[in-house]
């Protein structure tokens, strides 16, 4: 199992509707998670931390499940300019690690 | 808002040549990062620095790679001798704590340096 893993995409979602994506981690000592977005040939830039009781910032939502180990971001009402990439970033004991990104193309 | 800020944008360099990628982190932040992205690849933590030394490195970042804060301000990565596989995307970050402090150690992202090697 990937020590991050992530759906690639793309998703392709017409403006205003919702969408989810998850990302799942091997490392159950993982104690730190967060969404970053990355546009085309930028740095990435912090979305949200997640918190293990869930937490929403306006149109977003993180939640996390320790149990089964990932964690979600959905979107709601999306804009075009949500359109990017979306990186999932786990901190464990000993490592940083970044899944590859889902990548959301939002539709006019 | 304050930022972290990375020189040169672009460096082409010749194969076994050294480069030296700068950065500012933010001023108050106490913890350093760089990463590097391949183009069309995921984002691979290389080192991280605090208190003037190397707290922890991936396998990547061996001999050929070295890091340095040499004034209050820049933290500097070097490429002793590159190679065609060092071209990539280096990004610096920065964060007022460390993982598992969770207040405070979100990372602040550096536009990048874009390495090329030829």
């Known amino acids: 199992r990937k020590e991050v893993e992530q759906d690639p995409g793309p998703f392709n979602v017409p403006e205003g509707a919702t969408v989810a994506f998850n990302c799942t981690y091997s490392?159950?000592?993982?104690?730190?998670f967060f969404w970053y977005r990355q546009d085309c040939r930028k740095e990435p830039k912090l979305l949200m931390s997640?918190?293990?009781s869930g937490n929403e910032d306006g149109r977003f939502t993180a939640q996390l499940n320790r149990a089964s180990q990932y964690i979600s971001l959905l979107i709601r009402d999306s804009k075009l300019s949500d359109s990017a990439t979306y990186l999932c970033v786990v901190n464990g004991d000993d490592k940083i690690i970044f899944g590859k990104g889902t990548r959301l193309h939002i539709l006019p | 808002e304050p930022e972290v800020t990375q020189t040169p944008s672009h460096q082409v360099t010749q194969m076994g040549q050294e480069v030296i990628l700068r950065c500012v982190p933010i001023s108050n932040h106490l913890y350093f990062y760089w990463y590097r992205q391949i183009l069309g690849q995921k984002v691979e933590f290389l080192v991280s620095f605090y208190n003037n030394e190397i707290s922890e490195k991936s396998e990547i970042f061996d001999d050929q790679f070295s890091v340095e804060r040499p004034d209050g301000s820049n933290f500097t990565l070097k490429i002793r001798s590159t190679k065609l596989e060092d071209s990539a995307m280096y990004f610096c970050a920065s964060s007022e704590a460390y993982r598992g402090r969770a207040i405070g150690e979100t990372q602040y992202f550096g536009p990048g340096t874009r390495l090329l090697v030829l």
């Open positions: 490392n159950s000592a993982s104690q730190s």
């Open positions: 997640v918190y293990s």
